[in-house]
């Protein structure tokens, strides 16, 4: 089993090496069928510290798990990818394979929205993406009702007769 981090841990790891900042346990969960949330067995197994204004995450050990290329600090992590904001641009990361990339750091805004569905935000318009930047909808919406962990959801954009309403697919990205 691995080392649990907890936030008082974390302060402490920050003032024995010398950190700017830390932030709290990467939290991580796997997204069960129904939408509900399971904490994995590697969640809180690091955190996030700040060195040279940059940020990065290190184990119970300081052994460095995530390097110091990122803005922020405080990340969760849905079904293995963690969402980190680098350059003023967020992505993701695969958590067990930290070289893949699952989204590329483009976005403004990137949200979990349902199991391998996540809402992308660009020039401020919204789209639905799965990982590998797949995208599931144009970046045509003005929005997207939090989903509790339904597969359909609401959502609202313009068009050229006004204002459209209705619900879509998180899965498929087909409006219904």
């Known amino acids: 089993m691995m080392n649990k981090i907890t936030y008082q841990e974390g302060e402490r790891l920050a ?3 010398g950190y700017e900042d830390y932030g709290e346990p990467l939290a991580e969960y796997r997204v069960l069928s129904n939408g509900g949330l399971e904490e994995t067995e590697t969640s809180c197994t690091m955190i996030s510290v700040r060195r040279n204004g940059k940020c990065g995450w290190i184990d119970a050990n300081n052994r460095m798990v995530i390097p110091f290329e990122y803005d922020t600090l ?4 849905y079904d293995d ?20 990339v699952a989204f590329e750091f483009k976005y403004d805004y990137l949200f979990h929205m349902y199991n ?7 020039n401020g318009k919204n789209a639905l993406v799965k990982p590998g930047d797949v995208l599931l909808t144009e970046y045509v919406y003005d929005g997207f009702l939090e989903n509790n962990g339904e ?3 609401g959502y609202k954009k313009t068009t ?4 459209k309403e209705g619900r879509i697919d998180l899965e498929t990205g ?3």
Do not use: P, S
Not at 74 to 77: D, G, I, K, L, W
Not at 116 to 122: H, K, R
């Open 151 to 153: 597969r359909y959801t």
């Open 15 to 17: 003032a024995k090496y």
């Open 160 to 163: 050229i007769w006004g204002v």
């Open 74 to 77: 405080f990340v969760t992590c």
């Open 174 to 176: 087909i409006e219904l």
């Open 81 to 100: 990818i963690v969402l980190l904001k680098k350059n003023k641009k967020e992505g993701g990361l695969y958590r067990h394979n930290l070289a893949r």
């Open 116 to 122: 391998m569905t996540y809402m992308a935000v660009l």
